[in-house]
């Protein structure tokens, strides 16, 4: 049953907003009294902490299996795209701003969790596309790191991108094609290109 709140409650969070969601939405829409959801979650603080992890923790378990898999540097960074995309919807408002806003406790530790789970994954990334002749010899790989970081951080700044007309996934390719067309050396460019051809097919 608790697994199941924490689904439900994921969905709701994600699509309508933290703080939109209420206990009794939540029951409603489980089709349990709130009863049953308090003897899962001490409150809805709680719940909303429970279910950042939940959510986190399955996105990072996704991602360790494409890395498990033997995909070229620029397919798995595809490959890891849509892995977060399917998370993501296609609505311009997002419940970053209410997460941020009314959970910033909760909010600032996911922050910190997930800029360590992007420092690991895209800087073993870069390297292995560097040895492998994918990017750049000369791209510095700790900047190179350090600025995918804060851009993803950042396209979740609704106010820095309200008259881009993006949705959030549309902003999340778009960093993805600046990201690597900016990194990519000859053969990387070529296998780009094929990739993005496969994806158009």
Avoid: W
């Amino acid at each position: 049953m608790k697994e199941e709140i924490l689904h439900k409650a994921g969905d709701l969070f994600l699509e309508y907003g933290f703080k939109s969601v209420t206990m009794d939405h939540l029951a409603q829409e489980l089709g349990v009294s709130k009863k049953t959801i308090y003897e899962y979650f001490k409150n809805k603080s709680d719940l909303v902490e429970q279910v950042a992890y939940f959510i986190r923790d399955r996105i990072h378990a996704e991602i360790d299996l494409v890395q498990l898999k033997s995909l070229d540097p620029i397919e798995e960074m595809i490959e890891i795209k849509r892995v977060v995309m399917k998370r993501l919807k296609n609505e311009k408002t997002s419940p970053q701003f209410q997460f941020q806003k009314y959970y910033p406790r909760i909010y600032s530790k996911m922050r910190e969790s997930q800029v360590c789970k992007m420092e690991d994954c895209i800087g073993r990334n870069i390297e292995r596309g560097v040895d492998e002749g994918y990017y750049r010899k000369d791209i510095h790989k700790v900047f190179t790191c350090r600025i995918y970081i804060a851009g993803m951080l950042n396209l979740k700044d609704e106010e820095l991108f309200k008259d881009s007309h993006l949705t959030p996934k549309e902003l999340y390719e778009e960093f993805l094609k600046y990201h690597l067309r900016s990194i990519v050396d000859t053969k990387g460019h070529q296998r780009l290109i094929e990739l993005e051809k496969q994806l158009l097919e």
